[in-house]
């Protein structure tokens, strides 16, 4: 279980390290022009690829940062057993339900 | 008079987990000290109730280990000017681990995780095989060699913060004894150890912060034992083994 949750980790984040680092060079780079949220919705409208590269986005954050706050919890507040899954099952599917709302918004 | 010359000032923990206090004491320098040599002078001298382990004197047995100015050493091969701040030590038993009187702590749990983490020989033959020979220059046996000089001295387990965190992670002692069996070609313990360092506090739970390496007196680095078990682990995961 340890083991295949690691692997998750690392996965997501190798998965996610270019994912980032284009989200931030778009941002820096839709801004430059002053683009005004109707012309960014006008290219995200309908698009498949912006929305398959937020989706996968939103998808390996989910994973990423769950198991991320599931290790926090364990060390430093010393939540075990189910009260452990629970939280890092909740805060997975937290985050991937507000994601993909906000992915569907600015792609549907 | 020089500072080097300059009698030192010694604070040692006296006392248990339960209740204790640091005693002032004014021990002598003499040339070549050791951190152990400093101990022995006050026991003999001055306290003949402190307790303390040692046994080898010369950095074998691994029995010694103390905090010294904050810091986890093996007190019989520390000089005293190595770890001295000014003319001032503080000397306090080994971090992350129960205090049983003044500077001696229980190893019990220290050494029960390396039964957990099957960090014990499982032998392939018996002795009346032939033994299997091991070239030196085999990539196992250049791994297996890395963290066999281990002396078990438990300074790795006193600098860990994730031990400090976590009370049921191995450690890297024995994840490190664990990881040169793996690579021990006369061991067969294999996908039973993987199981026994990939539960919850085994290896995965390392953050890779380094103290153990940083601190080994005998300059090893269990971190990077400790990768190659999370690699091997993940390998045995893949492969539907784990």
Same mark, same amino acid.
């Given at each position: ?8 980790? @690392?996965? !997501?984040?190798?998965?996610? =390290?270019?994912?980032? +680092? ?5 941002? #820096?780079?839709?801004?430059? *022009? ?10 995200? @409208?309908? !698009?498949?690829?912006?929305? =398959?590269?937020?989706? +996968? ?5 989910? #994973?990423?940062?769950?198991? *991320? ?40 | ?242």
């Amino acid at each position: 279980m340890e083991t295949r949750l690691y692997l998750l980790q @690392r996965i !997501s984040a190798m998965v996610m =390290a270019p994912l980032v +680092l284009a989200h931030l060079g778009l941002m #820096i780079y839709a801004i430059q *022009g002053g683009l005004t949220a109707a012309e960014i919705l006008s290219r995200t @409208r309908g !698009s498949f690829w912006w929305a =398959a590269f937020y989706g +996968l986005f939103v998808v390996v954050v989910s #994973i990423h940062g769950s198991l *991320g706050l599931r290790a926090i919890l364990r060390e430093e507040l010393k939540v075990t057993g189910p009260a452990l899954a629970v939280i890092a099952w909740g805060a997975g599917l937290g985050l991937l339900i507000l994601g993909l709302r906000a992915v569907m918004a600015v792609v549907i | 008079m020089s500072a080097s010359d300059k009698p030192l000032s010694v604070s040692i923990w006296r006392g248990t987990a339960r209740a204790g206090e640091f005693s002032q004491y004014t021990v002598p320098r003499k040339k070549s000290q050791t951190i152990l040599d400093v101990v022995s002078w006050v026991q003999r001298n001055l306290e003949p109730d402190l307790s303390f382990r040692f046994a080898c004197r010369v950095g074998m047995c691994g029995s010694c280990a103390m905090m010294v100015n904050g810091k986890p050493r093996w007190t019989c091969r520390t000089h005293v000017e190595k770890a001295v701040q000014g003319n001032k030590l503080v000397i306090e038993p080994l971090r992350n681990l129960p205090v049983i009187k003044d500077l001696a702590c229980h190893m019990e749990d220290f050494f029960d995780k390396w039964t957990r983490a099957e960090a014990r020989f499982h032998p392939t033959k018996t002795r009346n095989d032939d033994i299997e020979p091991v070239r030196p220059d085999s990539p196992a046996r250049i791994l297996a060699s890395q963290g066999i000089e281990c002396i078990n001295c438990a300074v790795c387990y006193a600098a860990c913060d994730v031990v400090e965190k976590d009370k049921n992670y191995l450690g890297p002692a024995a994840l490190t004894r664990a990881w040169t069996l793996m690579n021990d070609v006369k061991d067969r313990a294999g996908i039973k150890r993987l199981r026994a360092v990939s539960g919850p506090g085994g290896c995965h739970s390392c953050h890779s912060q380094q103290s153990c390496a940083e601190y080994c007196p005998k300059d090893l680095n269990p971190t990077l034992s400790i990768a190659g078990l999370k690699r091997m682990t993940a390998k045995a995961a893949i492969k539907g083994e784990l």
